[in-house]
């Protein structure tokens, strides 16, 4: 550097991540330079440098603290693969060479990246000479909150009227925002105001003249409903912002972590994410660690790692875990912490003056008093305030000093300063708990009851939780004093407790158990009579009301009453509610509800339950666990005498082995099942098991043993009057002969199945019938009748939202207009078909759809066209390993090149 004077830098090798870059020495082996190193170093010789680029995985640590001193830095925030390294650097240098500056040519570098089809284009990160403290010095004088703000955003808590205080932070977060900081992190103790000021902050910008398209959303982690892992919390989430999981999200919480990061990322949201601590293992008294699951922290990462992000998060919580701290500090660009405090002397006064509280001397002296022995915590002061404006004290600050000024001596005692804090944290609470007992007996008793609510509520819940009072003077009286908060809706109103507050009316409803039972049950009626979803509601909203309450049966060991919740008819279906989130896929909520069932009760539900637990598994692609679950079920059955049980739990073993391919097994597991249905009479379990046998032998190619399983099946369906399952082993049967060459017969089923499931409204099963008869006419080459079924099954996929059965209909659909050269048409459907794997997250359903559209594409001999949707197919085929379609694709490549007359493809 010394001889060359070179205004880049690059640095092509091993990084170890915070032990730093791997060099050699004078002899030639490895010596690793740490980063404080590699920055003094390039300090020295900031003068001349523009560029550093260290093309070495793990190398974001040092490119942070290189940036201190350099213009331009680039670091990679994971491994890297050798050839995204290479391919990085050729781009980046290209563009350089063409004249362009370093943000177009990092870019260009990404960009080549995903050109070559390698998922790495996130792992290069730049860093410019840009530090968080200098953008408080940008313009802030428009930043003015107007007194009557817009309110576009759905707040809860800020009210511009009642709020005070929070200048400074409120223009330093603006700016951050403003200059494209992608996390925001609001920490402090409870009720300090994180969530008001956050909302004041949002309002703020979107008062201000700035062009900002970020729609807002708040999410809050309080409702007790949610659990810390991701596949929860971050479900929750992504249904906030409006897109349901699919179903590969819900087998594995990766791929939800990927559906997150790009609903984030690919549209411009400011997402206002509270309660974070939530996440966090520990709790308040002994302090919060980790997130309970590593995959948050993995979203974050990747978060503010990423290129590109439209998207922005303001994160409320009461504690950071260390880890995150750590990695979000090497993004100081794209990452702002602060610690919020309690408000300061004149801020508290501000308070007290919007309360309508006197301002003469003595009043002020006695107002500051309180303010300083709380060190301006805004929750409490505002509770203080509105007691003093009520009876006995009439609004002055005097009347309640010489009442209880001996609640505010401090004690002097030489304690460290984590004691102190923990010190002050009970003082925080024990002044609410005070406020709560001292008000009025309808108060206290609606405040304590509707405590138990695990989620914001409307106002009619909580006044008819109200016992021998006047409900609306009740809730009234406790909204003046600032006891009650609203909650984000985009319905009716909804209404909840502060943390701090709910937590202390519940420890004094705790106080009596014969209250706390009869306020849970009491709770649980109003869920179950006074519940009614949204007319946009999604379906596990839909049942809302019976798993809330269930949850309040479970909280006071009301096993029998939660038994019946279980098991209770509910729908249009009126299928048990276990049933229905089966059916509707809420397997994270089927295995909460039937394990907390399962783990506290002896009765037949048990096996249900357990029953349930590993179907629920089963359709998520974990049959190893499934078959856990079903072993304990009939275990539980046969020690319980339960013969029934023990059918239905060796039925569902058969057909976790029947997932698992293993058919011989599976026959093994129905046959036994079969012998005991016919043993204890159970008809439907003897229809299920024909059935199953019919698969089972269908699977292992004994064609006309399974006809005969499904046709015993289907005489005893009838008999029993099932017709659902007629139906569906009449389609089994159509498959069967189908599989026959039989299409005739095939036909003749699948007609019958039709009708009956058209008879008994099953969208579902009219359009599999649907699609079936399709099928079997293709076969039978009258191609015309095949499309109109197929159209037929797509409208009826489409109307149920079926999103699987919609891609097998556009599928057969391209089918049928290629037999016919009706390439055009087929194209039509294979572009929908991509648009819908992309929609779903499936790239390997995109793949296949990509290379069937260049197909045809290149049948209408447009070859340019299709050469380019085979080369993003081939690119989605390397992106999920999938060797078989990336060899498919690079030989139809090659045929395609040939003809363009281009080199073949590489």
């Known amino acids: 550097m010394l001889d060359h004077i070179p205004q880049i830098v690059h640095f092509s090798g091993h990084g170890e991540g915070t032990q730093g870059i791997a060099l050699e020495d004078q002899i030639g082996k490895t010596q690793l330079a740490n980063t404080d190193a590699l920055a003094s170093l390039f300090e020295l010789f900031s003068e001349h440098l523009n560029c550093v680029v260290l093309n070495a995985c793990y190398s974001y640590v040092q490119a942070e603290a290189i940036a201190n001193h350099i213009p331009y830095v680039i670091g990679m925030c994971d491994q890297i693969g050798d050839q995204a390294a290479i391919s990085f650097a050729v781009a980046f240098y290209d563009a350089l060479g063409a004249g362009r500056d370093v943000d177009f040519a990092y870019k260009n570098a990404c960009v080549a990246i995903k050109m070559e089809g390698i998922p790495q284009a996130h792992i290069p990160v730049l860093h410019k000479k840009i530090k968080v403290e200098d953008i408080s010095k940008l313009p802030s004088q428009a930043l003015t909150v107007p007194a009557n703000p817009r309110k576009s955003a759905p707040f809860s808590a800020y009210n511009s009227a009642n709020f005070a205080g929070r200048e400074t932070e409120t223009h330093q977060f603006v700016n951050l925002l403003k200059a494209n900081c992608r996390i925001l992190a609001i920490v402090g103790m409870t009720g300090i105001g994180k969530t008001i000021l956050a909302e004041r902050v949002v309002d703020a910008l979107e008062s201000s003249n700035v062009a900002d398209s970020r729609t807002y959303?708040?999410?809050?982690?309080?409702?007790?409903?949610?659990?810390?892992?991701?596949?929860?919390?971050?479900?929750?989430?992504?249904?906030?912002?409006?897109?349901?999981?699919?179903?590969?999200?819900?087998?594995?919480?990766?791929?939800?972590?990927?559906?997150?990061?790009?609903?984030?990322?690919?549209?411009?949201?400011?997402?206002?994410?509270?309660?974070?601590?939530?996440?966090?293992?520990?709790?308040?008294?002994?302090?919060?660690?980790?997130?309970?699951?590593?995959?948050?922290?993995?979203?974050?990462?990747?978060?503010?790692?990423?290129?590109?992000?439209?998207?922005?998060?303001?994160?409320?919580?009461?504690?950071?875990?260390?880890?995150?701290?750590?990695?979000?500090?090497?993004?100081?660009?794209?990452?702002?912490?602060?610690?919020?405090?309690?408000?300061?002397?004149?801020?508290?006064?501000?308070?007290?003056?919007?309360?309508?509280?006197?301002?003469?001397?003595?009043?002020?002296?006695?107002?500051?008093?309180?303010?300083?022995?709380?060190?301006?915590?805004?929750?409490?002061?505002?509770?203080?305030?509105?007691?003093?404006?009520?009876?006995?004290?009439?609004?002055?600050?005097?009347?309640?000093?010489?009442?209880?000024?001996?609640?505010?001596?401090?004690?002097?005692?030489?304690?460290?300063?984590?004691?102190?804090?923990?010190?002050?944290?009970?003082?925080?609470?024990?002044?609410?708990?005070?406020?709560?007992?001292r008000l009025p007996d309808q108060a206290w008793q609606m405040l304590c009851a509707s405590a138990v609510f695990r989620c914001p509520v409307p106002i009619t819940f909580w006044q008819d939780m109200a016992i021998d009072c006047d409900p609306v003077v009740a809730f009234d009286l406790l909204e003046d004093r600032h006891l009650v908060e609203d909650a984000p809706s985009k319905h009716e109103r909804l209404v909840h407790q502060h943390n701090l507050i709910r937590s202390a009316a519940l420890t004094s409803l705790k106080s009596d158990s014969s209250v706390w039972e009869v306020a849970h049950h009491r709770a649980a009626d109003i869920w179950l009579t006074a519940y009614s979803p949204a007319p946009d509601a999604s379906n596990i909203e839909k049942v809302r009301g019976w798993l809330e309450a269930f949850e309040h049966y479970c909280e006071v060991k009301d096993w029998d009453k939660a038994s019946e919740i279980y098991n209770k008819p509910v729908g249009s279906d009126q299928r048990p509610l276990h049933m229905q989130l089966l059916g509707w896929s809420y397997y994270k909520e089927l295995i909460k509800v039937s394990n907390r069932l399962a783990e506290n009760i002896a009765s037949p539900i048990k096996r249900v339950?357990?029953?349930?637990?590993?179907?629920?598994?089963?359709?998520?692609?974990?049959?190893?666990?499934?078959?856990?679950?079903?072993?304990?079920?009939?275990?539980?059955?046969?020690?319980?005498?339960?013969?029934?049980?023990?059918?239905?739990?060796?039925?569902?073993?058969?057909?976790?082995?029947?997932?698992?391919?293993?058919?011989?097994?599976?026959?093994?597991?129905?046959?036994?099942?079969?012998?005991?249905?016919?043993?204890?009479?159970?008809?439907?379990?003897?229809?299920?098991?024909?059935?199953?046998?019919?698969?089972?032998?269908?699977?292992?190619?004994?064609?006309?043993?399974?006809?005969?399983?499904?046709?015993?099946?289907?005489?005893?369906?009838?008999?029993?009057?099932?017709?659902?399952?007629?139906?569906?082993?009449?389609?089994?049967?159509?498959?069967?002969?189908?599989?026959?060459?039989?299409?005739?017969?095939?036909?003749?089923?699948?007609?019958?199945?039709?009708?009956?499931?058209?008879?008994?409204?099953?969208?579902?099963?009219?359009?599999?019938?649907?699609?079936?008869?399709?099928?079997?006419?293709s076969s039978l080459k009258d191609y015309r009748q095949s499309i109109i079924y197929h159209q037929q099954a797509l409208k009826i996929s489409q109307e149920i939202n079926d999103q699987k059965g919609e891609d097998q209909d556009l599928h057969n659909l391209a089918l049928a207009h290629q037999e016919l050269k009706e390439y055009a048409a087929a194209i039509e459907y294979h572009s929908q078909r991509i648009q819908l794997a992309r929609k779903a997250k499936n790239h390997q359903l995109e793949c296949e759809a990509l290379f069937h559209l260049g197909d045809c594409q290149a049948r209408l001999e447009k070859y340019a066209e299709a050469v380019e949707s085979m080369k993003t197919a081939l690119a989605v085929a390397r992106q999920i390993e999938d060797r078989s379609w990336e060899a498919r694709t690079l030989k139809r490549l090659t045929d395609l090149s040939q003809k363009l007359g281009e080199y073949p493809f590489d």
């Open 609 to 777: 339950c357990l029953n349930q637990i590993g179907n629920a598994y089963r359709n998520q692609g974990q049959i190893e666990k499934s078959i856990k679950y079903y072993q304990q079920a009939f275990e539980f059955a046969h020690d319980t005498r339960d013969r029934i049980g023990e059918s239905r739990a060796l039925g569902c073993l058969g057909s976790a082995h029947n997932s698992l391919g293993k058919y011989a097994e599976a026959t093994e597991f129905f046959k036994k099942a079969l012998r005991m249905a016919r043993e204890v009479g159970d008809s439907q379990g003897v229809s299920t098991y024909l059935g199953n046998l019919g698969m089972a032998c269908h699977h292992l190619g004994e064609t006309a043993e399974a006809i005969c399983y499904y046709q015993q099946a289907l005489t005893l369906a009838r008999k029993i009057e099932d017709r659902a399952y007629e139906g569906r082993i009449l389609g089994n049967l159509g498959g069967a002969y189908h599989n026959l060459g039989k299409y005739q017969l095939a036909i003749q089923h699948h007609e019958e199945h039709l009708k009956i499931a058209q008879e008994i409204g099953d969208r579902q099963s009219e359009g599999n019938a649907l699609c079936n008869l399709g099928d079997a006419y």
């Open 217 to 437: 959303y708040r999410f809050s982690l309080d409702d007790e409903g949610l659990s810390a892992d991701l596949a929860s919390s971050g479900a929750a989430l992504l249904r906030s912002l409006g897109e349901e999981p699919t179903l590969d999200d819900q087998q594995d919480p990766n791929n939800l972590l990927n559906h997150l990061l790009n609903c984030l990322c690919s549209r411009p949201y400011r997402v206002q994410i509270d309660s974070l601590e939530r996440l966090l293992q520990g709790n308040e008294q002994k302090g919060w660690s980790e997130f309970c699951d590593p995959l948050w922290l993995k979203l974050f990462q990747r978060f503010l790692a990423g290129n590109a992000c439209s998207s922005q998060l303001i994160l409320t919580s009461q504690d950071l875990p260390a880890d995150l701290i750590r990695i979000a500090s090497t993004f100081p660009q794209f990452w702002h912490c602060q610690k919020l405090e309690g408000l300061d002397s004149d801020e508290q006064q501000e308070l007290f003056q919007k309360t309508g509280l006197p301002q003469d001397a003595e009043s002020l002296e006695i107002l500051e008093r309180i303010g300083d022995f709380y060190n301006g915590h805004p929750l409490v002061l505002q509770v203080i305030a509105e007691e003093m404006r009520k009876p006995p004290f009439q609004g002055k600050p005097s009347h309640y000093w010489q009442k209880h000024q001996t609640e505010f001596v401090k004690h002097s005692t030489n304690v460290s300063q984590i004691d102190q804090s923990k010190l002050f944290r009970i003082r925080i609470r024990h002044k609410v708990e005070q406020t709560i007992q």
